[in-house]
């Protein structure tokens, strides 16, 4: 067992901030408290730092396979990238086949992340629901898994009816679980998409035009619904625009368990990157769309107040150009079309970089509320804390030293995602991770990966808590 010793940092969780050494022995925090004199392996300075949890982004698809295209990175170098930005937990998501059961689908999915080099837990998109696999899903939850994704959207591949989702949510609550919603309405989306097409209308604008805000503010206040009535909490991915978070700042203040993240696409990036109608637009095709710039203010106030609870990613990337890293044809296949344009940005490396610079830097946050919705509230959701999020006596010793003196110029020359592009290249951040120690390892010291492939554990998770 190897013993470390950060000294002197300003030790920042959810709740508290003080000046503190921390002491780990193997992978838990052992002690922390001031000036501790103990003998330790190795010491790091961490003087003029914040010592922070390593940030969880519960939200990613590594090696997802969307039909004509697998997304770029895969566990091993999604996580790599990852804690390079300082994040030390993902959460992605087996997906169950129409055909196929659940079961079948976390399996192949623990196979493909045991080359990660940070933990990994699992949630699972269900994608079909024949009351015979009912069972599965109880059995799930006492598993480890304790959180089904559906959809209202993508017709051929993901989307449910009303009834089949409502099923699946009073199982869900019936069994103790989590129900997360992809809230866009996927019938009407799939209107837009036939009358654009009919029209020679076929470049990337048109996929942000398809899929308009009242899709997802619908969908979302309907998913919602649905979950009052199920009895069960429900936690919205990858919320967009100011309409759909709108929606769950209204439940929440009528008492219902509604939940929401948004992403770093939504907060730093804006509608006009689609509007010249040429083919880069194709680098931003995610759903839902990137939405115009006056949603950008209403995300970052719902995350400052507690409408929305986390950032996660949606990482999902796909390479500009064919041949990148020996890779195949990707985004390039939507040349013609954009609904063959496969959908997702990459930003596991980025999200805590944008957090830091779009809260902290430009809207005065406190660390306090960084560290919350990048580590703390995502922990808590999904049955990691206090294990994950948060530098406690007995918690793993996932902890990031970020230096806010050290700039950082995000690039795709230079970032470790496995994609030949970076929807935020250019941007500057005033900090950035220094060292990131994921369970008690060094795995990144400035920009040098340390760790090994396959040092990621997967991580059973608990039935979600409260934030
Ligand atoms: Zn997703």
Same mark, same amino acid.
């Given at each position: 067992?190897?013993?470390?010793?950060?000294?002197?940092?300003?030790?920042?969780?959810?709740?508290?901030?003080?000046?503190?050494?921390?002491?780990?022995?193997?992978?838990?925090?052992?002690?922390?408290?001031?000036?501790?004199?103990?003998?330790?392996?190795?010491?790091?300075?961490?003087?003029?730092?914040?010592?922070i949890p390593g940030g969880i982004d519960c939200h990613t698809h590594m090696e997802l396979d969307v039909g004509?295209?697998?997304?770029?990175?895969?566990?091993?170098?999604g996580?790599?990238?990852?804690?390079?930005?300082?994040?030390?937990?993902?959460?992605?998501?087996?997906?169950?086949?129409?055909?196929g059961t659940m079961h079948a689908a976390l399996d192949t999915w623990l196979a493909k992340a045991e080359k990660a080099v940070i933990d990994y837990g699992m949630?699972?998109?269900?994608?079909?629901?024949?009351?015979?696999?009912?069972?599965?899903?109880?059995?799930?939850?006492?598993?480890?898994?304790? &959180?089904?994704?559906?959809?209202?959207?993508?017709?051929?591949?993901?989307?449910?009816d009303d009834g089949t989702i409502f099923k699946a949510m009073r199982r869900t609550g019936e069994n103790g679980g989590f129900v997360m919603m992809h809230a866009e309405?996927? &019938?009407?989306?799939?209107?837009?998409?036939?009358?654009?097409?009919?029209?020679?209308?076929?470049?990337?604008?048109?996929?942000?035009?398809?899929?308009?805000?009242?899709?997802?503010?619908?969908?979302?206040?309907?998913?919602i619904a649905l979950?009052?009535?199920?009895?069960?909490?429900?936690?919205i991915v990858h919320v967009s625009s100011r309409y759909a978070m709108e929606e769950i700042r209204m439940a929440r203040a009528r008492g219902v368990p509604a939940f929401g993240e948004t992403c770093p696409q939504y907060l730093a990036l804006a509608y006009e990157m689609y509007a010249d109608g040429s083919f880069d637009g194709a680098k931003f095709v995610c759903s839902p769309p990137i939405r115009e710039r006056?949603?950008?203010?209403?995300? *970052?106030? #719902?995350?400052?107040?507690?409408?929305?609870?986390?950032?996660?990613?949606?990482?999902?990337?796909?390479?500009?150009?064919?041949?990148?890293?020996?890779?195949?044809?990707?985004?390039?296949?939507?040349?013609?079309?954009?609904?063959?344009?496969?959908?997702?940005?990459?930003?596991?490396?980025?999200?805590?970089?944008?957090?830091?610079?779009?809260?902290?830097?430009?809207?005065? *946050? &406190?660390?306090?509320r960084f560290v919350q919705v990048t580590s703390t509230a995502p922990a808590k959701l999904f049955g990691l804390f206090p294990r994950k999020?948060?530098?406690?006596?007995? &918690?793993? #010793?996932?902890?990031?030293? *970020?230096?806010?003196?050290?700039?950082?110029?995000i690039s795709a020359a230079t970032h470790f995602m496995r994609v030949d592009y970076n929807p935020y290249e250019g941007t500057i951040i005033d900090g950035s991770p220094s060292l990131v120690l994921a369970r008690g390892r060094v795995i990144f010291e400035e920009d040098k990966f340390l760790g090994k492939r396959g040092q990621g554990e997967y991580l059973k998770r608990g039935t979600y808590g409260m934030v």
């Open positions: 067992m190897t013993t470390t010793l950060v000294k002197g940092g300003r030790v920042i969780t959810a709740t508290d901030d003080s000046i503190a050494d921390v002491f780990i022995d193997g992978d838990k925090i052992k002690l922390i408290g001031t000036n501790l004199s103990l003998q330790a392996d190795r010491v790091i300075d961490a003087t003029n730092q914040y010592v004509a295209a697998v997304s770029s990175d895969d566990f091993e170098t996580t790599m990238a990852a804690a390079h930005g300082g994040t030390t937990t993902i959460i992605d998501f087996a997906t169950q086949s129409r055909t949630h699972m998109i269900v994608a079909n629901l024949p009351d015979s696999l009912l069972p599965e899903m109880d059995a799930l939850v006492r598993e480890g898994v304790t &959180s089904f994704k559906l959809f209202t959207a993508y017709p051929d591949r993901l989307m449910l309405n996927g &019938s009407v989306i799939d209107y837009f998409i036939r009358k654009f097409l009919a029209e020679g209308k076929t470049t990337p604008n048109y996929h942000p035009l398809s899929r308009p805000h009242a899709t997802e503010a619908e969908a979302t206040h309907r998913c979950a009052e009535l199920a009895g069960v909490p429900v936690y006056a949603n950008q203010e209403p995300l *970052w106030n #719902a995350l400052a107040q507690d409408d929305l609870q986390a950032v996660a990613t949606d990482h999902c990337p796909f390479c500009m150009r064919e041949g990148y890293k020996g890779l195949p044809k990707q985004k390039e296949l939507g040349k013609e079309n954009f609904t063959k344009i496969p959908n997702g940005v990459p930003g596991v490396e980025n999200r805590m970089h944008i957090v830091y610079q779009g809260g902290v830097v430009q809207r005065g *946050w &406190s660390m306090n999020g948060t530098i406690a006596v007995g &918690s793993d #010793a996932d902890i990031v030293l *970020w230096n806010p003196q050290r700039k950082y110029t």
